[in-house]
């Protein structure tokens, strides 16, 4: 079955970029997502990446793919005190309504 | 102007009772979804309905039960309340097409005494 982690925390100073990877194990991936959740709210999704890609840029967030290693990582630029959440990882396997989730990352990010 | 509406928002019932949780989108979406979080934020899918009718039904014990009169509505009733069904339940839409984004209610966290 599908399996996808991530590193439960991460640290950064404001102004530094934050690096939050992910690993997943389905090679029938059709999408990947980071969604971002914010203390007592839904999940939002923040960027996605399609399986043929290999980075997607948009604005602050660059997305990196490496198929072959099943490896994702999202990028934060000069992340801010607002970017203090938990970003989410999660694969759609081929033909699959569904989403599997990683763990959660929770990013702290300090003055 | 919201997207995904969940009711209640806090939910705090004693074991052994009966409750429900309504789920609403203004989106035009065909597929809705229940997740539930537990206390870790580990998230993990429950059910999804595509316009009407069950298509995902994961390991969730049978107290659990979806019902969705409409496309836009997407209820879950849970029988006989156990400590352990303490969580924060999401409901989400999306569209079957394409990126298939994922827009989510803002959640409902129930405590179980």
């Known amino acids: 079955g599908e399996d996808v982690e991530q590193s439960l925390f991460l640290s950064v100073r404001e102004g530094d970029s934050s690096v939050i990877n992910c690993t997943y194990t389905d090679s029938s991936s059709t999408y990947l997502y980071w969604y971002k959740q914010e203390p007592g709210a839904g999940l939002q999704l923040l960027t996605y990446?399609?399986?043929?890609?290999d980075m997607k840029q948009d604005q602050r967030l660059t997305v990196l793919l490496n198929k072959k290693d099943k490896h994702l990582s999202l990028r934060i630029a000069d992340t801010q005190t607002g970017d203090s959440a938990i970003y989410f990882c999660a694969e759609r396997a081929g033909s699959a309504r569904q989403l599997t989730f990683g763990s959660g990352t929770q990013l702290t990010v300090l003055p | 102007d919201t997207a995904v509406s969940q009711t209640p928002k806090y939910l705090v019932t004693q074991m052994g009772n009966d409750k429900s949780i309504k789920c609403e989108q203004n989106?035009?979406?065909?597929?809705m979804y229940w997740y539930k979080q537990d206390s870790k934020k580990f998230l993990k899918i429950m059910f999804s309905?595509?316009?009407?009718?069950?298509?995902i039904n994961e390991t969730v014990p049978n107290r659990f039960s979806p019902k969705s009169p409409d496309k836009a509505h997407l209820n879950l009733h849970i029988n006989s309340l156990e400590l352990g069904d303490s969580a924060v339940y999401f409901c989400?839409?999306?569209?079957?097409?394409?990126?298939?984004?994922?827009?989510f209610g803002p959640g409902t966290r129930l405590t179980v005494l």
């Open positions: 989106l035009g979406h065909d597929t």
């Open positions: 309905y595509n316009n009407k009718e069950l298509i």
């Open positions: 989400a839409s999306s569209q079957e097409v394409g990126v298939n984004e994922q827009f």
């Open positions: 990446i399609f399986s043929n890609m």
